[in-house]
């Protein structure tokens, strides 16, 4: 097994985990297709499918929406998630946080497989 199929199998997973937590969510139609996404493109990297323009695309997006939610004080929330210890939504700010790093989770991720549908390997 190679290690695009582990790294991506392991994240399908984790994605599909995080949709299904994002179901009691304000807004969990966005977030849920968001994150479904992720889910699909790392099926389609588990397969050695890589398309480069929704890749670009959906790196781009994410990129930019995790530059325009990134939270000013990053510190005060982590400090906070840790103080309160259970992981339910405080304040719109905590919930901003999480969205920005979800965000930088799935570029993250997809980045690997965005490198790989630009340079043209399998």
């Known amino acids: 097994m190679t290690f695009n199929k582990i790294f991506y199998g392991i994240w399908i997973f984790l994605f599909a985990l995080f949709a299904f937590w994002q179901l009691n969510d304000v807004d969990p139609e966005v977030w849920v297709t968001i994150y479904a996404m992720a889910m699909l493109f790392c099926v389609f990297a588990v397969r050695g499918i890589f ?6 695309i959906v790196v781009v997006v994410c990129v930019l929406g995790a530059i325009y939610f990134f939270p000013g004080g990053v510190g005060d929330w982590i400090s906070d998630e840790w103080a309160q210890k259970d992981l339910t939504m405080k304040t719109p700010a905590m ?28």
């Open 51 to 56: 398309p480069k323009i929704p890749l670009t």
């Open 95 to 122: 919930e901003e946080n999480r969205e920005t790093f979800g965000l930088m989770i799935i570029a993250l991720v997809l980045s690997p497989a965005l490198y790989k549908a630009w340079k043209g390997k399998a």
